[in-house]
Each structure stands twice: as structure tokens, then as C-alpha cells.
């Protein structure tokens, strides 16, 4: 997958917006009201976590290689190409559990029906549409994102750039060769 779900812990209020979003975005009728009536009570596929003093949206990091479609004895857990993200198909699933052995992360839970396992599908319907999970429109603070690969590399580069530039004591003669660089000069 070309695009990633990230999070700025330091913008997270870990208000459950994106919890609450994540559920009603699976219920079946969509609308708040209604979803806290159905029966069985729609679920989240993600979870807003302590981390001392934080408070970290936690979903399906959708791997390359993902541990969890390795390992489904029924194809339960598949991807439909390799740029959508990792899915489960509950009829499939015969909730063996192996796949919640193997998950680096620990995101994978069975549902309240008991038996199927449930996960982030980075509400795969939405992305097809061209919109954005229902736990990043959600978020009040703008922590959790969807971007890309390359603005994630795009950004690590300039912060560490930055930072080189802080910790060499930036003075003059370096000023003036930046601007060279930067100039094409």
C-alpha cells in the first residue's frame, strides 16, 4: 500500500472520537442513534491506548508481508491487490485465533459474535470512493492521518536536515552553501 494511517501521540486528546467513528462506521445503519440500538452493538476496529502519559490511536498497521495472511488456514484474511489494505472476510474465518498469535501489533480481536476476527479495514469502501478512514475525519485535533509513503519519507528528511543544521551550530560559511544548494549555485 502506497498510503498509511499515522499519528501525532502529541495532538491525541485520546477523546475516543476515532472509537466511536470506527464503530458506527460498521454498524449497519450508520447513523448513531440507530447503531446504539442494534443488536449485537456495532464494534470498533481500532483502540485509543494508554501509553503513559499519551493516548495512541492503535489499528492494523496493513503489512507487505502480513503475518496474519501467511497464516489463515482458510484465506479468510487476504488482500484483493497490493495496494488495498489487509482484510477479513467473516464468513471465511473459522476464528482458529493464529492469526492474533502472529499480529506484531496486537490489533486483531474476535468479534462480539463470538466467532470471526475482526481488524481495521481501513474502511476500505471509503478509500475506493477517494475519502479518508472514518477514524481520520473523526479526529478533532488532526492527529491521526492518512499519507502517503512518500510525504512520511518527504517529512522525516527535511525534520532531520533541521535538526543536522541545529546541532552543527549553523553559521555563516554553512548559511552561505545552503543557499548555494538550495539556489543551484
Given at each position: 500500500?502506497?498510503?498509511?494511517?499515522?499519528?501525532?501521540?502529541?495532538?491525541?486528546?485520546?477523546?475516543?472520537?476515532?472509537?466511536?467513528?470506527?464503530?458506527?462506521?460498521?454498524?449497519?445503519?450508520?447513523?448513531?442513534?440507530?447503531?446504539?440500538?442494534?443488536?449485537?452493538?456495532?464494534?470498533?476496529?481500532?483502540?485509543?491506548?494508554?501509553?503513559g502519559e499519551y493516548g495512541v490511536p492503535i489499528q492494523c498497521r496493513h503489512c507487505e508481508s502480513a503475518p496474519c495472511i501467511e497464516i489463515c488456514p482458510t484465506g479468510?484474511?487476504?488482500?484483493?491487490?497490493?495496494?488495498?489494505?489487509?482484510?477479513?472476510?467473516?464468513?471465511?474465518?473459522?476464528?482458529?485465533?493464529?492469526?492474533?498469535?502472529?499480529?506484531?501489533?496486537?490489533?486483531?480481536?474476535?468479534?462480539?459474535?463470538?466467532?470471526?476476527?475482526?481488524?481495521?479495514?481501513?474502511?476500505?469502501?471509503?478509500?475506493?470512493?477517494?475519502?479518508?478512514?472514518?477514524?481520520?475525519?473523526?479526529?478533532?485535533?488532526?492527529?491521526?492521518?492518512?499519507?502517503?509513503?512518500?510525504?512520511?519519507?518527504?517529512?522525516?528528511?527535511?525534520?532531520?536536515?533541521?535538526?543536522?543544521?541545529?546541532?552543527?551550530?549553523?553559521?555563516?560559511?554553512?548559511?552561505?552553501?545552503?543557499?548555494?544548494?538550495?539556489?543551484?549555485?
Open positions: 500500500m502506497d498510503k498509511i494511517i499515522i499519528v501525532d501521540i502529541e495532538k491525541c486528546l485520546a477523546c475516543k472520537s476515532c472509537e466511536i467513528a470506527c464503530a458506527l462506521a460498521h454498524s449497519r445503519s450508520k447513523i448513531l442513534s440507530e447503531a446504539a440500538q442494534e443488536s449485537p452493538k456495532p464494534q470498533r476496529m481500532m483502540a485509543v491506548e494508554a501509553a479468510a484474511i487476504h488482500r484483493e491487490d497490493e495496494q488495498s489494505p489487509v482484510v477479513v472476510e467473516a464468513d471465511l474465518c473459522i476464528g482458529c485465533k493464529l492469526c492474533m498469535l502472529v499480529c506484531p501489533f496486537g490489533v486483531l480481536k474476535i468479534g462480539k459474535e463470538g466467532r470471526a476476527i475482526i481488524k481495521c479495514d481501513m474502511c476500505y469502501e471509503r478509500l475506493k470512493e477517494g475519502m479518508v478512514p472514518e477514524c481520520v475525519e473523526a479526529c478533532p485535533t488532526g492527529a491521526i492521518k492518512l499519507v502517503s509513503l512518500e510525504e512520511v519519507t518527504k517529512s522525516r528528511r527535511k525534520e532531520a536536515s533541521e535538526q543536522i543544521v541545529r546541532e552543527s551550530g549553523s553559521g555563516k560559511g554553512r548559511q552561505g552553501k545552503a543557499k548555494r544548494v538550495k539556489g543551484g549555485k
